[in-house]
Each structure stands twice: as structure tokens, then as C-alpha cells.
């Protein structure tokens, strides 16, 4: 692991963002296919907008 360089490092850190914001979306779209409700979709729209 210490022998990754930190451009690596770093680009490993970026992809495990965008996996964890790509299974994010797949969670919160799945609950408002099983119809939990709007304030989850409401939710959704805000915390995508402080991105």
C-alpha cells in the first residue's frame, strides 16, 4: 500500500468517490421505486445542489 506514489493514491481516492456517489444515486433511486416518498427525492435534489 506504501508503495503506491500519491498520483496514485489520489486517483484511487477520486474513483472510490465517484463509486460512492454512483451507488448513492442506485440507493436513493431504488427507494423512490419502491415509493418511500418525495421528501427522499426532495432530499435527493438538495444534496446533489451542496455538491
Do not use: A, P, Y
Not at 474513483?15 to 415509493?35: A, C, F, H, P
Not at 416518498?37 to 435534489?45: A, F, H, M, V
Amino acid at each position: 500500500m506504501s508503495k503506491l506514489t500519491i498520483d496514485q493514491r489520489r486517483r484511487g481516492l477520486v474513483n472510490v468517490q465517484r463509486l460512492r456517489t454512483e451507488l448513492q444515486s442506485v440507493m436513493d433511486s431504488k427507494k423512490i421505486e419502491r415509493g418511500v416518498g418525495k421528501c427522499d427525492l426532495n432530499s435527493r435534489i438538495s444534496f446533489r445542489k451542496h455538491k
